[in-house]
């Protein structure tokens, strides 16, 4: 007597459902999830990249997150989009976010000089009446240079046991052994004061600091030195308590120590060998230690904060953290408009600008590649961490990820909206 109705209950609520348009948004939105991880999985399986993470976000939510291929192969494991490694450059955009926090707190001033705050003096030789100044630090135009020497300084292996296997991985020959590990104010004395240890002109321009664009490691080391100086808090420190702990990005630090290790990736040569554990001396300019899913939340405040609705920095900071700040004089000869995701066309703070319009920033280290970039006009964004090194084979692969996250992101993003 019962079951009849029931039926006929079931019946009307499913086909009701199918008529829901919130309910075929959402059946429509599971379906592109489900058909971009199906690609992705294909280009992972076809390719040398053990594994990687992506994300596409808006300024108001992450649409999507996840990871493929392997973190680890002995035991093996898979690649999520908790899995956490080093970001390489893509870190230094905190320094900017965190330079503007400390001049909004009133403890410094971009268009300071940096020996207002230093405890050593650092000019260019070749001009030194001329101060560099901390904003020339945030924009690479502070004729600092790295050389080959920052390369052959700022690695550090994780264990003394990995001193020897180094010697049969190219991309690791250079890392320095536990014992050579030291303070990062110790680091940029001996690189840049005449009295220090490794000093050498070369690690300057002969050209006036603010006169050229030069991409350099060691200059962004050394405004993260300046916030430790100026705000009387490690840097480690000051990033956590005004940029993690608000975005609430539990998964991210700056020492591995501090982590849930099993979410740990190894990184690997381009012939899969695995490359030992290292950080640098110079952990501001590329040693954030996040995943996809925590980074996605951060990408998403920068938009929000390009839109003036950030709550890391004011929206007057956020504009000069977005403010173009070189022109063709900065550069010689034209700049390059070749490759769409150049991150050094123009810079503002710490994040740069390409010749397509796009705002982020990229990084590359001993197994680690990763892109992080929005359309300032959709205000969609895209995260891609990979933890292998690439080859020409490889970075074939790495582009073919990043296009086709980059075909799914608008559709995806049309069925959140109202």
Known sequence: MKRAPLIVLLSIAFFSCKKDPTVQKTQRF????????HELTEIQ???DIKGFGVAIVNEDTTLYAKGFGYSTIDPEQAYTKNTVQNIASVSKTLIGISLLKAQEMQKLNLEDPVNNYLPFEVFNPFHPEDAITIRQLATHTSSIQDGDLYGKKSYILENAKDTLRIKSIPSAEEFNAPESDLDMGRFLENFLS???????QTSFLENKPGELYEYTNVGATLA?????????????????????????????????AELDTTHLTQLFTVDGKQI??????????????TSVDDKAKYLSEIIKGFSGNGKLLTEKSYKL???KFLS??????????DRPFDDEYNSGLFIGHTPIGQVGHMGGDPGVSTFMFFDPNTKIGKLLFVNTDLDEKGADQFYTIWDKIGSYEKRMNKQTEN
């Open 224 to 256: 993260a030195y300046i916030i430790e100086i100026a705000t009387g808090s490690s840097y480690a420190d000051f990033t956590k308590k005004h940029i993690l702990a608000p975005l609430e990005m539990a998964s991210s630090d700056w020492n591995t």
């Open 45 to 47: 399986r076809k390719g």
């Open 321 to 323: 953290f977005f403010t």
């Open 194 to 200: 005449v009295e220090g240890e490794w000093y050498q």
């Open 328 to 337: 063709e004089n900065n550069f010689e000869g034209e700049r390059d408009t």
């Open 30 to 37: 599971e379906i592109l999830k489900d058909s971009l991880s």
């Open 276 to 289: 030992p554990s290292y950080k640098l001396i110079t952990y501001p300019d590329g040693g954030l230690i």
